[in-house]
């Protein structure tokens, strides 16, 4: 059947259902049956008119069908209350082993701290710094151990500690992202800290007395930060052990579980900040029996929310344990470039870019940029040593400086220099390549051969970027942001266009001035991309003024770092370093991570101007000319 027959011999039914749907009152039984009659339909069109229109609007009435067949009244607090009672203990659940190896992790952290402050009775301080541990002191001679929850105004105290605490777990969870590793820091400093602290005060015959005052709000604080722990590596292991998944679904999967799991964490939390403020603060004043008390129900109900009812809920509902959300991710494409696009679309697709190739590209520059890149910034270590015993003003400006080589203070930060430019130009290959190639599986065949033949013409290309950052200083940032734009596309040119070198040099000049205008929007939104992106680890208060000096806000990277210093100077004097070192890896990670989306985009700059000097998608539309059916769409109309 033709589909303007089918349209014309349905057409009636399906406006009579359309308007039977948006009348006020419906009789779901009604529906039901209309639903029926509406798959039946669409099953037809799925198999004879698959790509017109009429199957996408049988598609979207079906589903319309489908939610009044299926629809509930709302009730926000029967919601709430299925949140709470069903789903958060499944992904609980869903999440034991994870939250298990936190716990146990966190457990050997504190033993950790507990046994170096045995053979070491400073250790503490070296934790939590020499004023708290004097001020302690003074407090225990003076008859109150614990004096320092004790605050006049409890108020402001319940929301600095409250607000404190929810940062604390929040960067424990987000942490995970950095392949756990953030994660796994958090929790031993922080078990670290607890062990030591706990020790300390069996050494000075105190420990019940600060066992009951502590733990008053303990029980809820620590045991928030554990599963904060856990959600943040079950986060983290979605993108390190993707299994059947894609890890762009393994990682939006075990994030949304985590978060999850990190929501269940609030209400705990505030009571933590409220015990410790109200309760604690008081803990001289109650009796020790009331202590226990509250203390063993804080964790019965900890051990009950987190490890009893989850496996009573998992044992009542076995079917839904597998029952995961599945990300709806679409299946991967080809591109065509055969488009003039402007610069919305350009970001848009060069995300879409990235993300469906970033697999492939990424394996490339891990086995073939990354090693040189780590042996730069190793070579720079020792080639710095002396300037990596201090923190600067803006640490990442320094540092970026060290690790790249544009100080200039010797020979061999020219030859970092000329290191780096390798490094650069294998990511710009690897992007490009993934580009070009479109394919949906790795192969090295591909990629060498692609590398042969246009890896010195993208070095070259780039040795002009090269020169023109490497020379210039924040003073002529608004002439280098006008400058660069001029030889932007110039690598991209060299990669994707077919020609000899000395005809692709000079296009390249051509096609990234006719870009420039679009080119300098987009690097300037590329640049507060990037800063937005930073804003965790090179804060734009976090700043220095020596190795002692508190930045005036703290970002997780000097949390990180500060943490690694205070464990670090017990061994060494040279306790910055490694410290330092920490911080130019996690620089390295942004750099590996956001160059290729700037690739991406340089690749669809060229493209555009391709197609609007050249018109190769107008000239491939008139090869297919006369070979599409005028019956039924075929693949040539997507090409």
Do not use: C
């Not at 629809?71 to 609980?92: A, F, M, N, Y």
């Not at 679904?249 to 999850?260: A, D, E, F, V």
């Not at 006008?482 to 000079?506: E, T």
């Amino acid at each position: 059947m033709k589909e303007t027959s089918f349209i014309k011999q349905n057409k009636e039914k399906w406006e009579k259902f359309e308007k039977l749907y948006e009348s006020q009152s419906h009789d779901p039984e009604e529906l039901s049956d209309l639903y029926m009659d509406i798959t039946e339909d669409l099953s037809y069109a799925q198999t004879f008119y698959k790509r017109r229109t009429v199957r996408v609007y049988l598609n979207g009435l079906a589903q319309r069908v489908y939610t009044g067949v299926h629809k509930q009244k709302s009730d926000s607090r029967g919601k709430l209350w299925t949140v709470w009672t069903k789903s958060l203990p499944l992904e609980i659940y869903r999440s034991r082993k994870n939250l298990l190896f936190a716990l146990i992790t966190f457990l050997i952290y504190a033993a950790i701290g507990a046994f170096n402050t045995h053979i070491e009775p400073n250790f503490l301080s070296s934790v939590v710094g020499e004023g708290y541990v004097q001020r302690t002191l003074d407090n225990i001679a003076n008859g109150n151990p614990l004096a320092v929850y004790q605050q006049d105004d409890q108020l402001g105290m319940f929301l600095n500690i409250t607000t404190n605490n929810l940062k604390v777990a929040f960067l424990t969870f987000f942490a995970g992202f950095f392949l756990t590793l953030g994660t796994h820091l958090l929790l031993f400093y922080n078990g670290v800290m607890l062990g030591s602290f706990q020790y300390f005060f069996h050494t000075k015959g105190l420990l019940i007395t600060s066992f009951l005052g502590i733990w008053i709000h303990g029980a809820f604080e620590i045991s928030a930060i554990v599963l904060a722990g856990g959600a943040g590596i079950t986060a983290g292991n979605g993108l390190l052990f993707p299994h059947s998944y894609t890890r762009l679904q393994s990682l939006q999967l075990s994030t949304k579980r985590g978060l999850k799991i990190m929501m269940s964490l609030i209400p705990f939390i505030i009571m933590a900040g409220f015990l410790e403020s109200f309760v604690t603060a008081n803990y001289q004043e109650l009796p020790d029996w009331s202590k226990w008390i509250l203390i063993l129900f804080s964790f019965s109900l900890i051990l009950f929310y987190y490890v009893l009812y989850p496996i009573y809920v998992a044992r009542k509902h076995p079917e839904l344990i597998a029952n995961e959300e599945v990300v709806n991710v679409k299946p991967r494409k080809k591109f065509s470039y055969y488009q003039i696009r402007n610069i919305g679309e350009i970001l848009t697709d060069s995300t879409r870019i990235y993300r469906a190739y970033f697999a492939i590209f990424m394996k490339a520059i891990s086995w073939t940029a990354l090693p040189l890149a780590l042996s730069l910034v190793a070579y720079q270590g020792y080639n710095h040593y002396d300037q990596q015993q201090t923190e600067y003003w803006f640490d990442w400006a320094s540092q970026l400086e060290m690790m790249l080589g544009y100080s200039f203070n010797n020979l061999g930060d020219y030859l970092v220099i000329f290191g780096w430019t390798l490094v650069f130009t294998l990511i710009y290959v690897s992007v490009y390549w993934a580009m070009d190639a479109q394919e949906k599986a790795f192969s090295w065949n591909s990629f060498w051969s692609f590398t042969r033949k246009k890896f010195l013409g993208v070095w070259l290309a780039n040795l002009i970027l090269t020169i023109i950052v490497f020379t210039s200083n924040w003073g002529w940032m608004f002439f280098w942001l006008l400058l660069i734009p001029f030889v932007l596309l110039n690598p991209a040119v060299a990669a994707l266009d077919k020609g000899p070198f000395r005809k692709l040099w000079s296009k390249g000049f051509f096609v990234s001035t006719k870009h420039w205008g679009k080119s300098i929007v987009l690097l300037i939104i590329l640049i507060i991309i990037t800063f937005i992106a930073m804003q965790p680890i090179a804060f734009i208060f976090s700043i220095h003024e020596g190795w002692n000096d508190e930045p005036l806000v703290r970002d997780l990277l000097d949390m990180i770092t500060g943490f690694i210093k205070r464990v670090t100077q017990i061994y060494t004097d040279d306790f910055i370093f490694p410290a330092n070192i920490v911080r130019q890896l996690f620089y390295l990670f942004y750099i590996f991570f956001l160059m290729p989306l700037l690739v991406v985009i340089t690749g669809l700059g060229f493209y555009n101007v391709r197609e609007a000097e050249e018109a190769t998608g107008l000239r491939k539309e008139f090869e297919l000319f006369g070979k599409r059916s005028r019956l039924r769409e075929t693949e040539t109309d997507f090409e």
